[in-house]
C-alpha cells in the first residue's frame, strides 16, 4: 500500500544548525507531496508542497525538492530557530478508489521532532 | 477566508459515557472533511472522511461512528467510550484535488479515566 517514511526523532540541534528531516514514499498515482508542521498543542499547518517531479516548495526558509529518481521529498532549513520546535510531518496525497467514489486521501508519515536549543 | 473550527478544546469523560465532538467549516462549500486521531507520540490515523452530505466513509473498525448532517458540519460520536479512546482529535477540510492540502482544526484532547 501507499506509505511516508521518516527519519525518526527526535532531531535535537542547537540554534543556527543546519537541519534535514528525510522523507520517502511510495511513487504509485503521482502523488502531491506536503510537509505539515504542528507546534504543542496545535492541529497541523500546512508548511510546503510540491505537485510534481523537480518542484520545490519553499516557506519560512525551508525548503523540499520532490525527487521522483530517488522518491524523496528531504525538509532542509539553512539556519534553524527556537521557534522552529515543532513536530514535522511528510505526506503523499493521490487519487484512491474507495467504495464511495475516488477522493484525495493523504498518508502521513509518523511525523519528526525537532528540538532546538538556544 | 476559509475557517475550521473544533470543540472542545479539551474534554475528561468517564469510561462508558458518550461523545459528541463537532467540527465546522466556513468560507467554502461542498469541503471533504476528515476525522482523525493522534495518539501521544504517534503519527495521525484516518477515522473517517466525508465527500458529501450523509456520505461517511470510515477507516478502521471502532466503537465511533461520524454523522454529516449539514455540508460543512462533522460530528464524530459514541454511545460508549473505551480508555483506549483517549487521544487528540483532529478535524480537517480540503477542496477534494490532488494538490491541494486539508486544512486542520486546533484538536481535541480527550482523556477517558
Known amino acids: 500500500g501507499d506509505s511516508v517514511t521518516q527519519m525518526e526523532g527526535p532531531v535535537t540541534l542547537s540554534e543556527e544548525a543546519f537541519l534535514t528531516i528525510n522523507c520517502t514514499y511510495t511513487?504509485?498515482?503521482?502523488?502531491?507531496l506536503f510537509w505539515y508542521v504542528q507546534y504543542p498543542g496545535e492541529g497541523l499547518q500546512l508548511l510546503l508542497k510540491a505537485t510534481k517531479a523537480d518542484d520545490k516548495g519553499s516557506n519560512k526558509g525551508f525548503e523540499a525538492t520532490y525527487r521522483k529518481e530517488t522518491t524523496s521529498f528531504h525538509l532542509e532549513k539553512g539556519s534553524v530557530q527556537v521557534s522552529d520546535s515543532a513536530v514535522y510531518f511528510c505526506?503523499?496525497?493521490?487519487?484512491?478508489?474507495?467504495?464511495?467514489?475516488?477522493?484525495?486521501?493523504?498518508?502521513f508519515g509518523r511525523g519528526t521532532s525537532l528540538i532546538v536549543h538556544p | 477566508s476559509q475557517t475550521i473550527h473544533q470543540w472542545p478544546a479539551t474534554l475528561v469523560q468517564p469510561v462508558g459515557s458518550p461523545l459528541s465532538l463537532e467540527c465546522t467549516v466556513e468560507?467554502?462549500?461542498?469541503?471533504?472533511l476528515y476525522w482523525y486521531r493522534q495518539a501521544a507520540g504517534r503519527g495521525l490515523q484516518l477515522l473517517f472522511y466525508s465527500v458529501g452530505i450523509g456520505q461517511i466513509s470510515s477507516e478502521v473498525p471502532q466503537n465511533l461512528s461520524a454523522s454529516r448532517p449539514q455540508d460543512r458540519q462533522f460530528i464524530l460520536s459514541s454511545k460508549k467510550l473505551l480508555l483506549s479512546d483517549s487521544g487528540f482529535y483532529l478535524c480537517?477540510?480540503?477542496?477534494?484535488?490532488?494538490?491541494?492540502?486539508?486544512?486542520f482544526g486546533d484538536g481535541t484532547r480527550l482523556s477517558i479515566l
Open positions: 505526506a503523499r496525497q493521490a487519487c484512491a478508489l474507495r467504495t464511495s467514489g475516488g477522493s484525495y486521501i493523504p498518508t
Open positions: 511513487a504509485t498515482g503521482y502523488p502531491s
Open positions: 480537517a477540510w480540503s477542496v477534494g484535488l490532488n494538490n491541494q492540502p486539508q486544512h
Open positions: 468560507g467554502t462549500s461542498n469541503p471533504n
